[in-house]
């Protein structure tokens, strides 16, 4: 199976790659069928030459990409869809990194049936208090002028006053 690598070429600290069309299991400096790019990350923003044609046609023939250079595409508008994640983790942390983001994905669905379910009890008791007020609309326009008064009880139980400071000092 053919796909598309990338292959250091350049000096010493001084990366410079190529676009590689190659056998998968190939070493990436061995003969491939075709070179289709270049590469330079040392240049500020980064040189990218691709012949757009040529891997087009290489992907129509089923060629596969490395992430990376997916990525690369992507940036340079020559194919369409989403990023790869190219971070390097192995196979455990990559289960476990699925089932986090399975339980996420649940626990963000309840969440939003939840918040439905709230916001759906809130127009109900809505309806059921325009329903109330239609019906009964005296009573409730008497139930605000009752609730400012405040009842002989509220009264009682208010804190008791100080003495006056006059009937401190007499004591």
């Known amino acids: 199976m053919l796909t598309i690598k990338l292959a250091r070429i350049g000096k010493k600290k001084a990366p410079h790659y190529r676009f590689v069309v190659i056998e998968k299991a190939r070493d990436?400096?061995?003969?491939?069928?075709?070179?289709v790019g270049h590469y330079n990350p040392r240049t500020n923003p980064a040189t990218i030459e691709v012949k757009e044609d040529?891997?087009?046609?290489?992907?129509?023939?089923?060629?596969?990409?490395t992430d990376t250079v997916w990525n690369l595409l992507i940036d340079q508008g020559i194919i369409?869809?989403?990023?790869?994640?190219?971070?390097?983790?192995?196979?455990?942390?990559?289960?476990?990194?699925?089932?986090?983001?399975?339980?996420?994905?649940?626990?963000?669905?309840?969440?939003?049936?939840?918040?439905?379910e709230e916001k759906a009890a809130a127009t109900e008791a809505a309806q059921a208090a325009e329903a109330a007020a239609a019906a009964g609309g005296a009573s409730k326009e008497e139930a605000p002028a009752e609730a400012a008064a405040p009842t002989e009880e509220e009264v009682k139980t208010e804190a008791p006053e100080e003495p006056k400071a006059e009937e401190k000092a007499a004591e």
């Open 54 to 65: 040529r891997i087009k046609y290489w992907l129509s023939k089923g060629v596969q990409c």
């Open 80 to 116: 369409q869809g989403e990023k790869r994640n190219t971070a390097k983790i192995s196979n455990k942390r990559r289960a476990k990194l699925g089932k986090v983001a399975e339980e996420k994905k649940v626990a963000e669905e309840t969440a939003k049936k939840k918040a439905a």
């Open 28 to 35: 990436p400096w061995g003969r491939g069928a075709e070179i």
